[in-house]
């Protein structure tokens, strides 16, 4: 029950606005003075607020103002049968929802209660979920909060509830796949099958077969009927993983189906009709596909009714210590490790790598990571990936290199530049050994001898 302060100084319009909003099932408190109406908000947090703009003593927007500064949440609905044009666009930036001009009608007033309370209402729902989501790390399969992740889990709540196609795109790696389990498994078809069907893992010839099913005798080797893909997921859903690598006859057989839902076996002239809510995933741009004639465009709007794109790793980082973690938790388990977490030293290594394979090359890395780790943490130099070496000594050895014809000493040189990073190393970690060779990607003993060869404490 929604309640609601009415403020009007003119005491017939404030007893016929109380009859009727107490008859539409509304909790109505009613005063005929701005300053109390003050102190009424400061006492009961009303969810909408009815005020006159013209008061004596106290204007309705001063209690408006006040209003929005007590709880600014609260809906306001300006009346005045005085108010100006300049008053009603002030009322308005005050924050108020509406005005509403006297002499006024009842269906006319009950219909902007009724909208501005339901929009109240969705965004207080969309702010809970947004409070909720802030603290989730685990989304189904997802692991992130980035606020790009955000989005995306507000996006699968609100589609999962529709039966609209959804087409994914992403690069290679980016979890695609899990994005559509998501939607499959917070949607009422959670219980039906979530048929997943790699379009280019399949030959052409064999594509409508996999797809439709066949009957017996429809070509050679077809020795019995055979249900296809689509109708095995019937009432639930189908995952179109590489979309754009299906050739144009497909398309076209696969247009009828996301249109009418219907399609026919092989070798069949019998329609069968499905159920199924169509997910698309693609790592290449469909759009120039279409305008470079491989891709249908009529297909395409078919699928792409609502789109996500699932962010590269690289865009948000700040996942990477929450990726790494559960990766580790997940592999030191498979391989019965005592290993907990990832050094300090190992997460910054990994920091300024741009993970060109995203999410699915984390993984493979700390799998390798957690294989041939000897200690119970993952420490840099478990850490084995020739990419990022190469493209790490790439960006940082981009040197003003200066050789005098009277030449140098290039022992002597080398040796500075080594006794620079190892003190610079010491001085970061307060003299600690041991996290000044992890930074140095060397072992402890190794950090010991060179020390002792260039004389240094």
Same mark, same amino acid.
């Given at each position: 029950?929604?309640?609601?302060?009415?403020?009007?100084?003119?005491?017939?319009?404030?007893?016929?606005?109380?009859?009727?909003?107490?008859?539409?099932?509304?909790?109505?408190?009613?005063?005929?003075?701005?300053?109390?109406?003050?102190?009424?908000?400061?006492?009961?947090?009303?969810?909408? &607020?009815?005020? /006159?703009?013209?008061?004596?003593?106290?204007?309705?927007?001063?209690?408006?103002?006040?209003?929005?500064? &007590?709880?600014?949440?609260?809906?306001?609905?300006?009346?005045?049968?005085?108010?100006?044009?300049?008053?009603?666009?002030?009322?308005?930036?005050?924050?108020?929802?509406?005005?509403?001009?006297?002499?006024? $009608?009842?269906?006319?007033? *009950?219909?902007?209660?009724?909208?501005?309370?339901?929009?109240?209402?969705?965004?207080?729902?969309?702010?809970?979920?947004?409070?909720?989501?802030?603290?989730?790390?685990?989304?189904?399969?997802?692991?992130?909060?980035?606020?790009?992740?955000?989005?995306?889990?507000? &996006?699968?709540?609100?589609?999962?509830?529709? $039966?609209?196609?959804?087409?994914?795109?992403?690069?290679?790696?980016?979890?695609?796949?899990?994005?559509?389990?998501?939607?499959?498994?917070?949607?009422?078809?959670? /219980?039906?099958?979530?048929?997943?069907?790699?379009?280019?893992?399949?030959?052409?010839?064999?594509?409508? *077969?996999?797809?439709?099913?066949? $009957?017996?005798?429809?070509?050679?080797?077809?020795?019995?009927?055979?249900?296809?893909?689509?109708?095995?997921?019937?009432?639930?859903?189908?995952?179109?993983?590489?979309?754009?690598?299906?050739?144009?006859?497909?398309?076209?057989?696969?247009?009828?189906?996301?249109?009418?839902?219907?399609?026919?076996?092989?070798?069949?002239?019998? /329609?069968?009709?499905?159920?199924?809510?169509?997910?698309?995933?693609?790592? $290449?741009?469909?759009?120039?596909?279409?305008?470079?004639?491989?891709?249908?465009?009529?297909?395409?709007?078919?699928?792409?009714?609502?789109?996500?794109?699932?962010?590269?790793?690289?865009?948000?980082?700040? /996942?990477?210590?929450?990726?790494?973690?559960?990766?580790?938790?997940?592999?030191?388990?498979?391989?019965?490790?005592?290993? *907990?977490?990832?050094?300090?030293?190992?997460?910054?290594?990994?920091?300024?790598?741009?993970?060109?394979?995203?999410?699915?090359?984390?993984?493979?890395?700390?799998?390798?990571?957690?294989?041939?780790?000897?200690?119970?943490?993952?420490?840099?130099?478990?850490?084995?990936?020739?990419?990022?070496?190469?493209?790490?000594?790439?960006? *940082?050895?981009?040197?003003?290199?200066?050789?005098? &014809?009277?030449?140098?000493?290039?022992?002597?040189?080398?040796?500075?530049?080594?006794?620079?990073?190892?003190?610079?190393?010491?001085?970061?970690?307060?003299?600690?050994?041991?996290?000044?060779?992890?930074?140095?990607?060397?072992?402890?003993?190794?950090?010991?001898?060179?020390?002792?060869?260039?004389?240094?404490?």
């Amino acid at each position: 029950m929604a309640k609601i302060l009415v403020a009007d100084d003119d005491i017939s319009i404030l007893e016929f606005l109380k009859e009727m909003l107490a008859k539409e099932g509304y909790k109505v408190s009613c005063t005929d003075d701005g300053a109390k109406a003050i102190e009424m908000l400061k006492k009961i947090p009303y969810d909408l &607020l009815l005020c /006159d703009i013209r008061m004596e003593k106290i204007s309705g927007l001063e209690v408006l103002k006040k209003a929005k500064e &007590l709880y600014p949440n609260i809906v306001v609905i300006m009346i005045s049968a005085f108010a100006t044009t300049e008053t009603a666009v002030e009322a308005v930036r005050l924050g108020a929802y509406d005005y509403i001009p006297k002499p006024f $009608k009842i269906d006319e007033i *009950s219909q902007t209660i009724r909208r501005a309370l339901e929009r109240k209402t969705l965004a207080q729902e969309k702010e809970a979920l947004e409070r909720e989501l802030k603290q989730t790390v685990h989304f189904g399969n997802i692991v992130g909060n980035s606020p790009q992740m955000m989005k995306i889990y507000t &996006l699968i709540l609100q589609v999962a509830k529709t $039966k609209t196609n959804v087409l994914i795109s992403g690069e290679s790696g980016t979890g695609k796949e899990l994005i559509a389990e998501a939607i499959h498994s917070n949607s009422d078809r959670r /219980d039906r099958p979530f048929v997943v069907i790699n379009c280019g893992g399949i030959p052409e010839t064999l594509m409508e *077969s996999e797809l439709c099913g066949h $009957k017996k005798g429809a070509f050679t080797g077809a020795i019995d009927h055979k249900r296809g893909l689509f109708e095995i997921a019937d009432g639930g859903t189908v995952f179109l993983d590489e979309i754009g690598e299906i050739t144009p006859p497909i398309q076209i057989k696969l247009l009828r189906l996301v249109q009418e839902k219907v399609f026919k076996r092989v070798g069949d002239t019998e /329609d069968i009709s499905v159920d199924i809510r169509i997910i698309s995933a693609t790592n $290449k741009d469909l759009e120039k596909e279409v305008i470079e004639g491989r891709f249908r465009e009529d297909l395409f709007y078919r699928l792409n009714v609502i789109h996500i794109n699932a962010p590269p790793l690289r865009d948000r980082h700040e /996942d990477l210590p929450l990726l790494a973690q559960h990766f580790l938790e997940k592999y030191a388990k498979e391989m019965e490790k005592e290993i *907990s977490k990832l050094s300090s030293y190992a997460l910054d290594m990994l920091s300024r790598y741009d993970f060109p394979g995203n999410v699915r090359e984390l993984e493979n890395m700390i799998e390798r990571s957690v294989a041939l780790s000897t200690t119970n943490i993952i420490l840099p130099e478990s850490i084995t990936l020739s990419t990022f070496k190469r493209d790490t000594m790439a960006k *940082s050895s981009t040197l003003d290199i200066d050789i005098s &014809l009277s030449g140098f000493n290039l022992e002597e040189t080398l040796n500075d530049m080594e006794k620079k990073y190892i003190k610079k190393a010491l001085e970061t970690t307060t003299d600690n050994k041991k996290k000044a060779a992890e930074i140095l990607g060397i072992n402890l003993r190794s950090l010991r001898y060179r020390l002792k060869k260039l004389k240094m404490k």
